[in-house]
């Protein structure tokens, strides 16, 4: 699986958006980007996945750069609950695929 | 999406005991995993477990000290043998969907090993 880079850490304040950027210049053709959070104590949360279109659902958007070396996770109205870790990870879409976690992204939402 | 429940949420377990972690999925997968997270850690892989066949590790970690049955394609079980406080982590079961669906996981299991 590609590698892929992250902040340590990120703030946001409430109610704006949040815009956490994923690096991952090695990225093959067939590898999906995902993105999972993990708030305190609690077992990860899927959020988004994209090939190379911009991707919406309920929880955020995802923007995939035209090279696919890297993209942006937006949560367009950040909210103290969206405090977490996040999580991008690049892997084949297939499910004898375990997911490899990095370090990922303390995003902190204030008030 | 599946729904899976984890047993037991937490644990405090004395050093040189077992403790065995159960898994239920609420439909049939192919592919099960299980992960390790230490204190202020991310997710480390322990090892994949398909049905009817072994478990593969991770580098890292082995069969004696983290034994994995799959009996069917909705169970699985993680045994964390002879534990040593250095076992005392989040451990967590996962599962993917398809192709274009994401991954779901368990709620964890909090151990502490004293």
């Known amino acids: 699986d590609a590698k892929t880079t992250q902040p340590p850490s990120m703030d946001c304040a409430e109610g704006r958006a949040a815009n956490l950027p994923c690096n991952h210049s090695t990225i093959s053709g067939n590898e999906y980007v995902y993105w999972y959070r993990q708030i305190h104590s609690q077992g990860p949360q899927y959020i988004i996945h994209g090939l190379k279109n911009n991707e919406t659902n309920e929880m955020a958007s995802l923007i995939i750069t035209e090279d696919r070396k890297s993209s942006t996770l937006i949560l367009p109205h950040a909210t103290l609950r969206d405090t977490a870790v996040y999580y991008c990870?690049?892997?084949?879409?297939?499910?004898?695929?375990?997911?490899?976690f990095g370090k990922g992204t303390s995003l902190l939402v204030t008030p | 999406s599946a729904v899976i429940s984890q047993k037991p949420s937490r644990d405090i377990c004395q050093r040189g005991t077992s403790l065995t972690i159960q898994c239920q999925v609420d439909?049939?997968?192919?592919?099960m995993f299980w992960y390790r997270q230490q204190p202020g850690q991310s997710l480390t892989l322990i090892a994949t477990a398909n049905q009817g066949s072994e478990a593969t590790y991770e580098s890292g970690f082995v069969i004696d000290k983290f034994p994995i049955s799959r009996p069917n394609l909705t169970f699985s079980t993680l045994t964390v043998s002879n534990m040593s406080p250095e076992d005392s982590s989040i451990y967590l079961c996962?599962?993917?969907?398809?192709?274009?669906?994401?991954?779901?996981f368990g709620s964890g299991t909090r151990l502490t090993v004293v």
């Open positions: 996962s599962v993917a969907q398809g192709a274009n669906y994401g991954y779901t």
């Open positions: 990870i690049v892997t084949k879409a297939n499910s004898g695929y375990a997911l490899n």
């Open positions: 439909s049939q997968v192919t592919m």
